[in-house]
């Protein structure tokens, strides 16, 4: 998920540089950590296959996340966002 950052506008890459550092020294598990970045994202939460629609998009997924959820590995660009604000 690091590796692929794109925050949605008007949140800066600075500022989600430090939301996601705040989170780790929190104790933020790689599911809460990827839920966080996933909604300040333009890209993940699904929005890189929607960007790429009407393409067909094939996602090869190496997860190093127990239970191996989608939505979770590198914080899902390819597949919809379960998650919510709330």
């Not at 692929?4 to 104790?27: D, F, I, R, S, W």
């Amino acid at each position: 998920s690091a590796l692929l950052p794109l925050p949605a506008p008007p949140v800066t890459l600075l500022e989600k540089l430090a939301a996601t550092k705040a989170l780790v020294q929190a104790g933020a598990s790689i599911s809460q950590l990827n839920t966080v970045r996933k909604h300040l994202s333009a890209v993940k939460g699904g929005r890189l296959a929607a960007a790429a629609y009407p393409a067909r998009v094939v996602a090869l997924i190496l997860s190093d996340v127990i239970g191996d959820p989608l939505d979770v590995i590198a914080s899902g660009p390819t597949v919809p966002d379960t998650t919510t604000f709330g």
